[in-house]
């Protein structure tokens, strides 16, 4: 068996005894991590502020609310979705609409929010925009029939009837599944 050179024991007793270093990247990232961390806790304060002011139907006051839980955080897909809610209520629809499509760039598996983008999209006769929304809501949740019902009115806008008929009578095939579930 070979012996340990007495150098290499002391080294090892040495480490073991030291502090571990936390390097400046490290510390970075813990920082940064702290920071996010605080970002969060006042974006999620604001919203809450926001949700009640919407609640209380005081739309500017949850825009400003929303506004800056936005500032604490940009990626927050609730945050952009309730502004645009706020903006569709005071009959903002163009920046309901950013704000709509920002919240689906944060998120683009809510079907909720494509729902509302066509909703809005459909108001400013952008007939095109609020079908190809649509389409997503159906893709995202087949089984919601408001999508197919709300497809089938643009398609029918549109002048596409027979695309129109299929829409409607699939929102009422959902519509009669749901019930007998």
């Given at each position: 068996m070979a012996k340990t050179p007495k150098n290499k024991v002391n080294q090892s007793q040495e480490i073991t005894k030291t502090k571990p270093?936390?390097?400046?990247s490290s510390k970075s990232f813990m920082e940064r991590s702290q920071q996010d961390l605080q970002s969060f806790q006042a974006a999620?304060?604001?919203?809450?502020?926001?949700?009640?002011?919407?609640d209380?139907?005081?739309?500017?006051?949850?825009i400003e609310q929303f506004q800056k839980a936005i500032q604490q955080n940009q990626e927050s897909a609730e945050?952009?979705?309730?502004?645009?809610?706020?903006?569709?209520?005071?009959?903002?629809?163009?920046?309901?609409?950013?704000?709509?499509?920002?919240?689906?760039?944060?998120e683009p598996g809510d079907s909720m929010m494509?729902?509302?983008?066509?909703?809005?999209?459909?108001?400013?006769?952008?007939?095109?925009?609020?079908?190809e929304a649509y389409k997503h809501t159906i893709a995202l949740n087949p089984d919601d029939p408001e999508g197919y019902s709300r497809l089938g009115a643009v398609l029918s806008d549109l002048?596409?009837?027979d695309e129109a008929r299929i829409a409607f009578k699939?929102?009422?095939a959902v519509k009669l599944n749901a019930t007998d579930s």
């Open positions: 270093v936390v390097s400046k999620a304060e604001h919203i809450s502020q926001a949700v009640e002011a919407l209380n139907k005081k739309f500017n006051q949850a945050a952009h979705f309730y502004l645009g809610l706020s903006h569709f209520m005071l009959e903002q629809y163009e920046e309901a609409v950013i704000s709509y499509k920002t919240a689906i760039a944060c494509y729902l509302h983008l066509g909703v809005v999209c459909q108001i400013l006769n952008r007939l095109e925009e609020a079908a002048g596409q009837r699939k929102a009422l």
